[in-house]
């Protein structure tokens, strides 16, 4: 989920789906967050596999080209249904087990996942102190607190209503990034992006009806959760920039602090579960081996292969995704003004995240023997 936040926060969001950039550290997230913004990279500039230069006649280049766009498009779809799911997968899980409890599974089997890839890869994990230190604060704000928010808010909302409160994130993100980030100045198409973004939260919610049959508590923590992502991401860039270690080492730290951190915090506020109810156990399961574990290296791949701007088109699928696999699957109930509203959000989320053409005016020239210039 998976995500997915600030048009500006560019080194940093592009490592949360494990771009070739060594600027930040990343972190797995449930969404694309989840939700991390398209941002102009190396990558980026590299030209798409499908537009590439055509093969000469009588080679196979084309068919390998071809081969090549359909594998990454696949693997785009894969990522799209893991992350969408994941919501369900909260779901059903909260079924069987306290929301501290899906969580600590849910980061414990995503950090065993890239563990296992770790050491099959022969990596190291950072041994800076202070690098632990500040993914500390990160696997708190990027893993343990959004993921425990989102398990609270699903005892109490639809996993549906939970997924579009994630697609929130960018607006979140845009807004956080100008406070913080003295680079990024709001434009008019971004400011107008934010404001339709909150009229499809008032549509969602139903604003007009008195926000009557939404449990308002649960919505703020899943609307929280969304907050967080773009706290953490705006945290990692002001101070892991730069780091040298790999994303994988980097992400596998992080998810393993987070696992820590919930170590400690579950026992404290959930009792032990009587039994392990199989459909819940193998949902915590999926939801971290794939949703957080293997969805990493997924996008990961993407990311080096299409680059950060495609790769990260994701987080317009997941809400949709997760609202199809709720009604579908859960029985969850999917009033008129619930689909709207998030149409409205991600159209809102894309006008934040999107750039002004470059202009193509000619460039200034001096005049001979004038010394001035052309405006």
């Known amino acids: 989920m998976c995500y997915e936040v600030a048009d500006r926060i560019v080194d940093v969001m592009s490592t949360a789906t494990g771009a070739p950039n060594a600027s930040a550290a990343p972190a797995p997230s449930a969404a694309p967050a989840p939700l991390s ?138 807004v956080l990034s100008v406070v913080a980030l003295s680079e990024d100045r709001p434009t008019r198409r971004r400011v107008a992006g934010l404001g339709i973004g909150f009229l499809g939260v008032l549509t969602v919610l139903g604003a007009w009806q008195g926000f009557a049959g939404t449990d308002l508590t649960g919505t703020a923590m899943a609307l929280g959760a969304s907050l967080s992502y773009p706290i953490g991401w705006i945290y990692v860039r002001r101070t892991l920039a730069g780091a040298s270690h790999s994303h994988l080492a980097m992400s596998s730290t992080q998810l393993l602090l987070a696992a820590a951190q919930l170590a400690v915090v579950t026992p404290l506020f959930t009792t032990a579960p009587t039994g392990l109810p199989l459909i819940p156990l193998l949902a915590v399961f999926a939801l971290g081996a794939l949703g957080t574990g293997f969805a990493f290296l997924l996008q990961y791949g993407l990311v080096a292969e299409v680059g950060p701007t495609t790769a990260q088109m994701v987080t317009y699928f997941v809400p949709v995704i997760a609202t ?20 409205i959000i991600l159209a809102g989320a894309a006008l934040t995240q999107s750039r002004p053409r470059p202009s193509t005016a000619p460039r200034p020239t001096t005049i001979p023997n004038s010394g001035a210039q052309r405006r």
């Open 324 to 343: 199809a696999a709720g009604v579908a699957l859960l029985d969850e109930n999917l009033s008129w003004n619930t689909p709207l509203g998030a149409l």
């Open 37 to 174: 913004t398209p941002a102009t990279t190396a990558a980026d500039a590299a030209t798409p596999v499908d537009a590439a230069t055509p093969a000469s006649p009588g080679t196979d280049g084309g068919f390998a080209r071809r081969s090549r766009a359909l594998g990454w498009r696949l693997r785009f779809a894969v990522l799209s249904l893991i992350w969408g799911f994941s919501f369900l997968f909260i779901k059903v899980g909260t079924q069987g087990f306290a929301p501290l409890q899906v969580t600590l599974g849910r980061v414990t089997f995503g950090a065993l996942v890239l563990m296992a890839i770790l050491l099959v890869k022969r990596e190291r994990l950072p041994r800076s102190a202070r690098t632990w230190g500040h993914l500390a604060v990160a696997a708190f704000f990027l893993n343990a607190l959004p993921f425990s928010l989102f398990a609270y808010s699903e005892l109490t909302i639809p996993s549906t209503l939970a997924g579009i409160c994630n697609a929130t994130s960018p607006l979140w993100g845009m």
